[in-house]
């Protein structure tokens, strides 16, 4: 076998394999693919405390403020976690986003984003949105735009309170990271 | 060019150990490096596969967020790794994500995860970027080996030193090594170069090592003394070969000869160091038949022995007993002849004598008992003859045809008396005389009767020269001797040369006993004698003369003569040069001289009246005897029988004053009627008459007081003289 071969191989199951994972970002993709799929990919580097999820239970996707990514959503369902099977669930109260593991915040409402904020705060509730200083808000992972791309921000403080933590190579990988001093809500540059 | 084999001993246990050594020592280096390159292969590997999957975890992120700045980011962390120059995050179809390093495209890897490939001077390791399964891309880095290669540099030059090193120092302590190991083989080897040029054996090599070299020079030492050993035994051999009484010759089958020994040299007459290269058959005349028969045992292999006549070097022949015995190989081949060879010259001439003497025995005996049968017919023909012509008128024809009569009587008898001399059966009457003086006395008559042409050369001179004979036979001897040496010469002439020398005989023959001789020396120049004649000159009738010339009875008579006296005859001849006869006469130790009247005549003694009392059985004889005698003046009764004459005699023996008796007669032999009648009358003289004169011994004679013996046919000359003798001899006792 050459190597030339190998390459060709290896490129075509790369290729195979973008349309049904999209766990990479093409630049062409819409926002919000690229964001669910940063999502999923950063749930994949997050360690939850132990026994969350609990055994047996599905790892559990939510969705809270709107419902921008459409069917992509619900396709999230068709993903493992950590060998769990997921569940991309719409979250309509507070005792539903306790319920996730993982929760996605749209916004919408200033008012009811922090409301929601502060309903999971302290519980082992990875928190996403990519409303404008989400993270400075007591949000965890803030997607944001930089040079034309999709980017993130991470708040260390606010994970580290709920018990999570999150990947040191994807912390590398952050615009902005916040919380480091285990202030939690102090924001850094 | 200097060849392994050709090196002293010591240069080769140098070379071999160097060899060893630096074999060694090549083995263990590479060995060593051998291991050294797998372990950093083996540790290099690892680190790079730890170094890759630490890349691969860390970088998982940037690909998975495309992140290209993450990833060179994390691979800027290789910095760390020196040796490491270059690495690459591909993207699961290849392309590259992030680079670290040179700017150049990632080294293709067909690998599988996690496996490390050499690419030249390079170390390349490629690992899959995972997450959760999930390939996320590639990460591959690649390090510089250059730390092995120059490690391995300095390991091969340490190497080379310590194997340099190595060498000298095995070089170094084989030295002594190796003198110990070849200074005894450089002793044997020495050893052996002495023996082979020196040949002496008495050489030892000195060691006493348990080794093989050790093993080695005990056996050479062992081997020289058996060598020496067998060289002596061989030497032995090899002496009594070349000094045995016979010719030994070693020859190849073809008969060339290889080893003679001295014996065979002498015998062919060859060099101190002749005979090799020389053809065994060559060495005989080509007309000898036998050469075949040897020839042809030569070539079968056969044992073969027999006389044959053989040549000496100088051409000249001889006869020998030969006896070849072929030598033969495991496989049966004939390898060598072994011919034993006998000089037999000698033995062949003394047979041949020997059978020559036999023959003329027999010739002698035949001869003889004719001429005594013919003595007693010619006796009363002479005597008659005689006794008649004294009775007829000495002028009447009668007388004249009995003096012819007479005559051819006495030429008959003169043959008888040759053919008696020849059978040895005349008489004999033997005295001591001096052969110098006979020979002096024989002169005269020679000269008389040889012709003017021939010269006579006579030297009667010797210092010795008595010998026992009968002066009238050996007299006979010269005369014939001489007489056939000057018709030899005819008709030319020359000289004839006739001499006495006493000689000593030291080497017995057959027929010449060990002793003092007189020999006679008649020389001639004539035609010589062919030697196939040579050996039928004595036979009687013999003769090569012209028919009426001679009675072939000369040397006839000559042999029988000597040989009565003991003697013998050697001929040497040369066809055209002459001939040389040599009469050997025993030499009688005498210091008295004799003197012997040789040929004397004298008128008839007469009787004075004796009584003679005659007997023979033959009448005629008896009446001849009797006439005679009685004619001379004696008173004779003849009678015909010993038992007549003895009855005779015992009537009145005092009148008989001689008694003269036939030998041989029926009933009683003339000895015995002598002895008879001499018991009677010791004084009484007796005369026997016989034939055969050698059939009596002078001892038989003297015991039955026999005073003469007279051979038949006895003249009446001789009678009277006898008789009166005898009886002038009894008177004056």
Redesign the interface.
Known sequence: ????????R??????A?VPG?A???PRRAREQDVKLA?LY?LV??TRWPEGVPAEGEPFRFGLWGGDPFGAAWDDLALRRV?GRPAEAVRVRNPDEALRCHALFLVEEDGASLGWMLEAVRGRPVLTAGDAPGFVDRGGMVGFVHRDGRIRFEINVGAMRRSGLRM?A??L??AVRVVGLEGKGDVSLP | MFRFRDMPVARKVGLAVVLASALSLTMAVGAFAWREVRSYRHHAADRLRTLAEVLAANSAAALLFDDADAGARTLASLASQPRVDAAWLLRPDGRVFARYGADEPPPQTDEGAGAVRWEGRWLVVARPVRLDDEPLGWIVIREHAGELVAQLWWGAGVALGIFGLAVVVAWAVSLPLRRRISAPIRALAEAMERVGESGDLNVRVPGRGRDEVGTLIRGFNRMLEQIADRDERLGRLAAAVDQAAEGIVVTDPDGQIQYANRAFRALVGLGEEGGTGINLFSLYPTDEPRVDDLRDAAEHGRVWSGRLRALRADGSGYHEECALSPVKGADGEVHSLVVVKRDVTREVEFEARLAQNQKLEALGTLAGGVAHDFNNVLTPILGYAELALHQVDPHSKLHRNLSRILKAAERAKALVDQILAFSRRTEDTRVELRFGELLRETEELLRASIPKRVRLAVSCEADEDWVAGNPTQLQQVVMNLVTNAWHAMEPDGGTVEVAVEAEEVCEPEPDLPAGRYLVLRVTDEGCGIPPEVQTRIFEPFFTTKEVGKGTGLGLAAVHGIVKQHGGTIRVSSVVGRGTTFRVYLPLAVRAERVEERVGARETMPRGRGERILVVDDELEVADFLAQTLETLGYRVEAVLSAEEAWQRFSRSPGAVDLLITDQTMPGMTGLALARRCRQQRPDLPVVLCTGYASAVTTEDLAAAGVAVLLAKPVSPRQLAAEVRRVLDRENGA
């Open positions: 076998m050459t190597r030339r071969g190998f390459f060709r290896l490129g075509a199951m790369g290729l394999l994972l766990w990479a970002a940063y990919n994949r580097f950590g990947s190579d994807v590398r990988l």
